[in-house]
């Protein structure tokens, strides 16, 4: 919000000046309604270890972040260019593997991802897209300019929020958006019905689509039921669905109903009990079988975990370079490998200026933040790499910058970062804003909802 | 629609229609209770146990008290989450089953049930509930009506809506003979019913006012019969809720009023000839008790006939239908509103 000396920038200045007209008791009952609305309309997600089964309202602070118009085209076009790219890389592992051929990317790297499904080369996916839905986390640098911090290709949730915050805001501080240029989030559900229909099997028409949750014990079944409801499709879970014949069908009232895409909010792990885990209750057994025989489409398909795995990351610079002949529009954090021998010596004499985290973990688990680890968890975590390599990234740390942020009726800056929500189908769209989170936490830089985050609108303005 | 869905829809409207039942008896009874003067030494067990008994709540009040008293039945009955039949735990099964499919119903019934929901789970609940149970009762019950009429006014009148109304008019059948049976109890254990008691039972089932109206004078036997069992204008009389059950049926189902097509709809067709054919002359000639568990029996098995019809997923897929997919759906609802217009 401000620039560094301290001046508001020019695209706040309107926002700045209402909240200025606002007594702080004014504000206080707005962000209590706020609270009202959310807890009443039950946006809430699920605590994990808590015997209750206790919800919680994602904490909301209502500053808005604001990104003007042509800050926010860089970082689409940065985007669409690094889905471009990931595309191509998950096609190519599952086919040639020419990337790996030429050395772009080491062999073992690749084979050894433990989201890599060697048992789905040479299955073709419809369209050829594997990641129809993508979550990228930016943060943004100290010269202003945004950073990848990791790409989630596998189910990225969050979307909800986007839109549920940018209901409440409207209903709770309409004056806010009074001309200032905000754009709107409310194709979203449209673009991602239609992202589903596309990669339909065959290219056939109308295609029965559904959203597959693993059920309302899921923290993220808001989300599920949200989406399922904008779109106006049905949301099943595992019990729902047979597979007859190779083919996929829903158990309605009325008999069997063939589904020919399914939006899957369960991880490849949990899709099918006689392929992934046996053990798993929530998904359809035979429904890979069906996949393979290309009766029915999967969004995202399976096995793009390997291109969200963190040390995949540390090349999707060079595969931009070598797929598109171009150079990445937005840059990334350096990354160290472990497995590389000479990364792992620079780690291990590091680890207090490092961050290091598991290479396929996620939601803020499986990190070390080294200037603030003590001795004995630094130890822990060189014990860790040493014993699987394979599994762990360090980098520097990154600064995220503070935004304005209301805690306990003062404003302070408090960390945030940004997760655009990225739609591959017929074309690309580009969620105008997404999700930012803010870590509420003095001096935190983890922004996760399960570890103490909250979140904030996010105003792309249109062009002036 | 999917199954599951149908079940929870059913389910949902059941246990809301349960809690609003619940809390208008203990209302009633509450009433009831301060007419002391009238039962003159009778005991807490003559008074408390013919509600609990015709609940189903009996053993396990005595487990939880084993030497229980007038306050622990208000509280057993309305907020222990130990009593799996309480209003608090009908309302969070209620909502439990709404939350599974939100995205079938509208914002605002959502709304609602989560807001009943929440009030009731509220850490100032009980000592709210100690200070003036009756308003917990006022709130629930307007609650419930509230989220019918929401039902009734935002949600299309789409499978999903006939599975609601199913659940609510079963519930809604079911309970109002339980009503006529708590007195029956109380008259068994060697009192009669005087009109005080036949008040309450109408009270019971929000009919004192319609009783004044359509049958007049003090509340006796046969007056309330006629109006609980057999009223084809009262909404929670047995027969009403039994006709809007055979309607939903056949709008489910698609098959033509006077016929049926499965288990469910030829067991409510013949319970809806047994009532628009009989009076409270054969019922008090029978037997009030016997009558109305004939009743509650019939009930029971349309509600498992269409868990079987409509829910109980096939595990071999031979035994099931096909949809095709070309079906349009804009079709089956012209059929439906068709259906619905005929028989209104």
Redesign the interface.
């Given at each position: 919000m401000f620039a560094g000396n301290g001046e508001v920038r020019a695209h706040y200045q309107l926002l700045r000046e209402r909240l200025d007209t606002m007594s702080k008791e004014e504000l206080d009952q707005k962000i209590r309604s706020l609270e009202t609305l959310f807890?009443?309309?039950?946006i809430t997600f699920t605590v994990y270890g808590d015997q209750r089964g206790t919800e919680r309202v994602f904490p909301f602070d209502p500053i808005p972040r604001i990104i003007p118009a042509d800050e926010w085209q860089t970082i689409e076009d940065g985007l669409v260019q690094r889905i471009t790219a990931l595309n191509l890389f998950l096609y190519d592992v599952y086919h040639e593997q020419k990337i790996l051929k030429d050395k772009v990317i080491p062999e073992e790297v690749i084979l050894s991802a433990a989201h890599y499904r060697p048992e789905f080369r040479d299955t073709d996916v419809p369209r050829d897209i594997y990641i129809h839905i993508c979550g990228t986390d930016l943060i943004r640098d100290r010269d202003g300019s945004y950073l990848v911090l990791e790409d989630n290709g596998r189910c990225p949730s969050g979307v909800s929020y986007v839109l549920e915050n940018r209901m409440a805001m409207k209903r709770v501080f309409p004056h806010l958006f009074d001309s200032a240029g905000v754009r709107s989030v409310d194709s979203y559900a449209a673009d991602l019905l239609g992202t589903l229909q596309y990669i339909a099997p065959h290219a056939k028409p109308d295609p029965?689509c559904v959203l597959l949750t693993p059920?309302?014990y899921n923290s993220a079944?808001f989300e599920h039921?949200?989406l399922?409801?904008q779109m106006g499709i049905?949301?099943?879970?595992g019990?729902?669905l047979?597979v007859?014949g190779g083919h996929v069908?829903?158990?309605?009232?009325?008999?069997?109903?063939?589904v020919d895409v399914i939006y899957r909010r369960l991880d490849d792990d949990f899709l099918d009990p006689k392929v992934f885990r046996k053990d798993s209750m929530l998904g359809v057994p035979g429904l890979v079988s069906a996949v393979q025989a290309g009766n029915v489409a999967l969004a995202n398909a399976i096995g793009t975990g390997v291109a969200d795995d963190k040390v995949t990351y540390a090349y999707v610079e060079k595969m931009i370079k070598y797929y598109l002949d171009q150079d990445p529009i937005l840059k990334q954090v350096p990354t160290y490998l472990a497995w590389d021998e000479k990364d792992r010596g620079y780690i291990l004499e590091h680890l207090p200026e490092l961050v290091v985290k598991a290479a396929n973990e996620s939601g803020g688990y499986g990190m070390l933040i080294g200037p603030r680890a003590s001795k004995a968890e630094i130890e822990t975590f060189r014990g860790l790499i040493l014993a699987n390599p394979r599994n762990y990234i360090a980098q520097p740390v990154v600064y995220f910058s503070r935004h304005p942020t209301l805690t306990d009726g003062t404003v302070e800056g408090r960390h945030i970062d940004l997760r655009p929500f990225v739609l591959s189908g017929e074309r690309t769209h580009i969620l105008p804003g997404g999700l930012t989170r803010v870590a509420l936490k003095k001096g935190s830089i983890v922004v996760n909802s399960s570890q103490g985050g909250g979140s904030k609108d996010t105003w792309v303005l249109h062009q002036s | 629609m999917l199954s599951r869905v149908a079940d929870n829809l059913y389910w949902m409207a059941r246990f809301m229609e349960r809690a609003e039942n619940l809390a208008r008896l203990l209302q009633a009874s509450n009433e009831l209770l301060l007419d002391g003067a009238t039962f003159g030494s009778r005991s807490f067990n003559d008074y408390w146990d013919p509600v609990l008994t015709a609940t189903a709540m009996e053993d396990q009040f005595r487990t939880l008290y084993p030497s229980g008293t007038v306050a622990d039945v208000g509280y057993f009955m309305t907020l222990h989450e130990g009593n799996p039949d309480s209003i608090t735990m009908c309302l969070r099964l209620a909502r439990e089953n709404a939350r599974t499919v939100r995205d079938q119903i509208s914002d605002e019934m959502w709304t609602e049930l989560n807001d009943l929901y929440l009030f009731i789970t509220a850490p100032d609940t009980l000592s709210y509930f100690q200070r003036s149970p009756q308003s917990i009762y006022d709130r629930i019950i307007n609650g419930s009506l509230l989220f019918h009429g929401i039902t009734d006014a935002t949600m299309a009148r789409t499978e999903g809506w006939q599975f609601i109304q199913l659940g609510k008019h079963l519930e809604r059948a079911d309970k109002t003979s339980r009503f006529l049976d708590i007195r029956v109890h109380s008259a068994q254990s060697g009192h009669s019913l005087d009109s005080i008691q036949w008040a309450s039972i109408l009270r019971s089932a929000s009919a004192f006012g319609t009783y004044r109206q359509e049958v007049g004078g003090e509340p006796v036997a046969e007056g309330v019969i006629d109006l609980l069992v057999f009223s084809t204008v009262f909404p929670r009389s047995i027969r009403y809720c039994v006709q809007c059950i055979d309607i939903n049926l056949h709008a489910i189902s698609g098959s033509s009023p006077g016929t049926y097509s499965n288990a469910a709809e030829r067991l409510a067709g013949r319970l809806l000839a047994t009532l628009n054919f009989g009076g409270s002359s054969e019922v008090l000639d029978r037997g009030l008790q016997e009558y109305m568990d004939d009743i509650q029996q019939v009930l029971n098995n349309i509600g498992q006939c269409i868990f079987e019809t409509y829910v109980l997923l096939p595990q071999d897929a031979q035994s099931v239908t096909f949809v095709p997919s070309t079906e349009p759906q804009q079709l089956r609802w012209k059929e439906l509103q068709a259906q619905q217009q005929q028989q209104q």
């Open positions: 807890l009443r309309q039950g029965v059920g309302h079944y039921s949200f399922a409801r049905e949301i099943v879970e019990r729902d047979i007859v069908y829903m158990r309605t009232t009325r008999g069997l109903q063939q | -």
